[in-house]
């Protein structure tokens, strides 16, 4: 195991990539789950706070020490097993996400979770539930785990398998490797019916492997991962319109999103994501092409029909929404859709690079609303910052429903503003029966938030939880939830 106390000589650990920052004793680098074992139950009899450290791509401060030390998973990086019959794949923590998926996809196998930075490590996605583009076709994480291993707090291990342990309404008990009886009780609340990632999974008769997807690294360390996957289809179709208002980019959207779920029809979509003009505006630094004064919608799906035919139909579909064939790019083979994927992520990381710069934290959103009200939601949403004459840019998930807005605060008077009007804009998306949190997780800098979505009695009782898997209060403290609802009578 490596271990290092000189602080220079771990920085890097002490920050994610929204520039949330924090502190710690000493860093820890294990080399396998026994060394992990027995470096838990030491901090256990000692209580020492432990935080668990990923790659760094993490938006809310999740991984960020705020005292004690540092778990970082970083040396379990190996792929275990492929078993291309019964299509999954075991893993151990740290393996990079782009990595995994080029692996399956040379044996001709699919792993569909696609977040936007795939430099992250696996064992982080699962935490946290991660999802990205195709979620509108496929799901989140949670769809494609299989498996768990995972090292709780007190050094006792589960081993969990989906479909093997169940809620028995909402009372449940595990019982560790080493025969220990864990029983508890699953908060009864209700979950936003919109792609969700605010506090634990907690549901009547759960799968209780779900219970840890998402969990944010507060109920223990997973150090083995087993994943579903799917075949491979290398033919897709890819490709992003134009459009000259955002209107008809939402009604495109809104009607492709209705035909993918039509069984008669062969449009499909796997993604369906939205760039507004500000967000066009920085790219088309680098991407000259772009038209001027226009927003875009990119879209994606897998090719099982007749291709002539499939592509006849998107573009009906387009034309029929105003946007100009003309300027419609078009991707089949992988090198061009490549491209569209950099085009696609590079502005997360244009915004990331000028608030840091400016020493300020990122202020974007990760809320989702129903259907129903999301084109109201969204007029709100931006219409309340733009009264506020803060220079912003818009896209992500139209699928989902699922807009990022990122306001680009210029000094610390405009970043406090930013903080306030990013309040409201959660705020609203809980009246309108949404989230605060589609995909991010809640970490340490969106606490106050998920107290939007569910009363501090709802919050007591997720700490209960916890206290079940971690009695002395050691792992990831202050993720999800204050450090005040451990208190617990």
Excluded at 187 to 201: D, I, L, Q
Excluded at 285 to 296: I, L, Q, R, W, Y
Excluded at 426 to 438: D, L
Aim: charged fraction near 25%; aromatic fraction near 10%; hydrophobic fraction near 35%.
């Amino acid at each position: 195991m490596i271990i290092k106390t000189n602080k220079d000589e771990f920085e890097d650990y002490l920050s994610d990539a929204s520039n949330f920052k924090g502190d710690a004793e000493a860093l820890y680098i294990p080399e396998n789950e026994s060394e992990i074992i027995d470096l838990l139950k030491k901090c256990n009899e000692t209580k020492t706070n432990v935080t668990i450290s990923g790659n760094g791509t993490g938006l809310t401060g999740a991984r960020v020490p705020l005292n004690g030390i540092i778990i970082s998973t970083e040396r379990l990086n190996k792929i275990l097993e492929l078993n291309i019959e019964e299509k999954y794949l075991i893993v151990q923590p740290a393996v990079i996400l782009k990595d995994l998926q080029t692996f399956v996809e040379e044996h001709n196998l699919f792993y569909p979770p696609d977040p936007t930075e795939r430099n992250c490590f696996i064992g982080a996605t699962v935490a946290t539930n991660s999802s990205g583009a195709r979620t509108f076709k496929y799901g989140p994480t949670r769809n494609f785990v299989l498996g768990l291993k995972i090292v709780l707090p007190t050094g006792d291990t589960l081993t969990l398998e989906r479909g093997r342990e169940k809620a028995f309404n909402y009372e449940a008990t595990l019982i560790t490797s080493e025969r220990n009886i864990l029983s508890f009780s699953i908060p009864k609340f209700v979950m936003p019916k919109t792609k969700n990632a605010a506090g634990y999974f907690c549901k009547e008769n759960m799968d209780l492997i779900d219970l840890f997807i998402g969990s944010e690294g507060t109920l223990g360390i997973i150090t083995e991962i087993k994943l579903k996957l799917l075949d491979y289809n290398k033919n897709v179709l890819s490709a992003i319109s134009f459009f000259e208002n955002e209107n008809d980019a939402f009604n495109f959207v809104d009607e492709a999103k209705k035909l993918s779920f039509d069984i008669n029809s062969i449009i499909d979509a796997r993604g369906l994501e939205f760039f507004d003009h500000h967000t066009l505006n920085y790219l088309r630094k680098d991407f000259s092409s772009v038209p001027e004064n226009t927003c875009a919608v990119w879209f994606e799906q897998e090719i099982n029909n007749n291709e002539d035919e499939l592509v006849e139909e998107w573009m009906s579909l387009i034309s029929k929404h105003n946007s100009d064939l003309e300027t419609t790019w078009l991707a089949f083979d992988k090198i061009e859709q490549e491209k569209f994927k950099e085009f696609r992520h590079s502005i997360a990381w244009k915004v990331n690079e000028i608030v840091a710069q400016r020493n300020l934290r990122k202020i974007g959103t990760d809320v989702a609303v129903p259907d129903e009200y999301f084109f109201e939601f969204y007029k709100w949403m931006k219409n309340l910052v733009e009264e506020n004459s803060i220079e912003y840019v818009v896209y992500g998930h139209l699928g989902n429903n699922h807009p990022h807005l990122n306001m680009i605060p210029k000094n610390k008077d405009e970043f406090e503003l930013c903080k306030k009007l990013y309040g409201e804009i959660c705020k609203q998306a809980v009246k309108y029966n949404g989230t605060v949190s589609a995909e991010h997780g809640i970490g340490k800098s969106k606490r106050d938030y998920l107290l939007m979505m569910y009363d501090e009695g709802v919050i007591k009782e997720m700490a209960k939880l916890k206290l079940v898997f971690d009695p002395n209060k050691i792992l990831n403290i202050g993720n999800i939830f204050d450090e005040k609802f451990l208190k617990q009578s």
